[in-house]
């Protein structure tokens, strides 16, 4: 591996305008893996934040100590029901990104950075495109899962559909997965919709036969998120916890605000990248009340119990002091997400305020008890299916013969997908 001389370079305290506006960031607006690479360019030259930053020569062991963990990519596969070993496809853009990048305008002001704030901003971003992680730093063994994935269909397609098995039975992910992995009920099951550092807009079916999971639609074309400066598609392992349910009919007391007919929405802070239909087994350490268009839409904060920095998590402090830097970027990355496609930033209960475990853990329980009111008729399903293959009083438990109208597992390789989906959006003010 190449070496290149760590330099450090005393700059004045910049705004995140400022620093977008300047030549070194407007001479370049490169693609997906470009990007990365350049961002991490310029935190080895220093170009991040005020003060004299010190950068680290790429793969070089000399670190800064902001942080006792950092992100890697994954080491596993999915398995699925047709391999034991079947390797997963990346998709691939079908060109490179456009060579403008849209700088939308806010209508407030940005105070410069303090410098504390931008040492855990420099953290956060060498974490985030680090790739310097070798195969056994990033390890970690964990016994085989019961469950596995049956893809159908090409990804990247309006007929992609993720069946979840469990000993190679379809099965639901809303309503035949547990909710909780132990008797004790302090690990809880969760499903990944959206691996991290992904664009495509992927999420439980609400209303197909088993729940499959799909690529959202809207105006008939695929969703994909927006890469909002200086992220890259989703910060986090995004899924949802099986057997919950934030019933649309129900107004919160504290966030004024009706839920969103969705399971509950998890964020997973791992180091590892998960995969599209994982089971993972997690610990809840906090909660965000995220009020999408006038619903409450809870973000539950969690790790998976087989990382390395999981005995270290607790609680939602915890977070902060060895991740640091992340839950400020999370509250950032859920308010600004949907303004390239011209839409109002999302407010938050609470005042963007991360809750505690305890509260989430609340959270949780009501979401369970909602969608258990689901299951026994106490709400109204409206479109939702409730096709199950374990509730034995449930009239809507499946059989052997409507399970075998499911196609057979599919490895197909990703379709093309726009070079735009990797667009880096700049947005005027965003709080870094």
Not at 45 to 54: E, K, L, P, S, Y
Not at 64 to 71: A, D, M, P, V, Y
Not at 151 to 180: C, M, W
Not at 289 to 315: G, Y
Request: contains cysteine.
């Amino acid at each position: 591996m190449s070496k290149y001389l760590a330099q450090t370079i005393p700059l004045a305290p910049r705004t995140l305008s400022q620093l977008v506006s300047s030549p070194l960031l407007l001479r370049s607006r490169p693609g997906p893996i470009a990007a990365a690479a350049t961002a991490a360019g310029y935190l080895q030259r220093g170009v991040i934040a005020g003060g004299a930053v010190a950068a680290v020569a790429a793969g070089a062991a000399r670190r800064q100590s902001w942080s006792s963990t950092k992100l890697a990519p994954p080491t596993s596969f999915p398995p699925s029901s047709s391999s034991s070993s079947s390797s997963s496809s990346s998709s691939s853009s079908s060109s490179s990104a456009p060579s403008s990048s849209l700088i939308l305008p806010r209508h407030h002001q940005f105070s410069p950075l303090r410098p504390s704030a931008s040492s855990k901003r420099v953290a956060l971003l060498s974490r985030h495109f680090s790739s310097s992680s070798t195969i056994a730093e990033m390890s970690y063994s964990k016994a085989p899962s019961e469950y596995s994935v049956r893809k159908v269909g090409q990804p990247n397609t309006l007929d992609f559909r993720a069946y979840i098995e469990r000993d190679g039975q379809p099965i639901s992910p809303f309503h035949d997965i547990p909710l909780y992995a132990n008797e004790q009920q302090t690990i809880l099951n969760m499903v990944v919709e959206i691996p991290r550092w992904t664009n495509a807009k992927l999420e439980i079916s609400k209303e197909e036969f088993l729940n499959p999971i799909k690529q959202d639609v809207k105006k008939g074309k695929l969703r994909y998120v927006r890469n909002c400066f200086p992220h890259k598609g989703y910060l986090w392992n995004y899924g949802a916890f099986p057997r919950t349910w934030e019933d649309p009919n129900v107004v919160h007391p504290e966030t004024k605000a009706k839920g969103d007919n969705d399971p509950l929405d998890v964020c997973e802070i791992g180091e590892l990248v998960g995969y599209c239909g994982q089971v993972k087994q997690v610990k809840v350490l906090g909660v965000m009340a995220l009020l999408d268009e006038e619903e409450t839409d809870w973000k539950v904060i969690v790790i998976d119990v087989n990382d390395p920095l999981a005995p270290k998590l607790n609680d939602i402090e915890d977070v902060e002091r060895h991740l640091p830097g992340l839950l400020r970027a999370t509250n950032e990355w859920f308010r600004i997400y949907k303004i390239p496609d011209g839409k109002p930033e999302n407010q938050f209960a609470f005042s963007g305020e991360c809750k505690n475990k305890k509260y989430a853990m609340e959270v949780v329980h009501e979401c369970a008890d909602a969608w258990d009111k689901l299951m026994t008729g106490k709400s109204s399903r409206g479109d939702i299916s409730l096709a199950n293959v374990t509730k034995e009083q449930s009239p809507d438990r499946v059989d052997g013969n409507q399970l075998s109208a499911i196609p057979a597992h599919q490895e197909l390789a990703p379709a093309p997908i726009d070079g735009s989906v990797d667009k880096w959006f700049f947005i005027s003010g965003a709080a870094v």
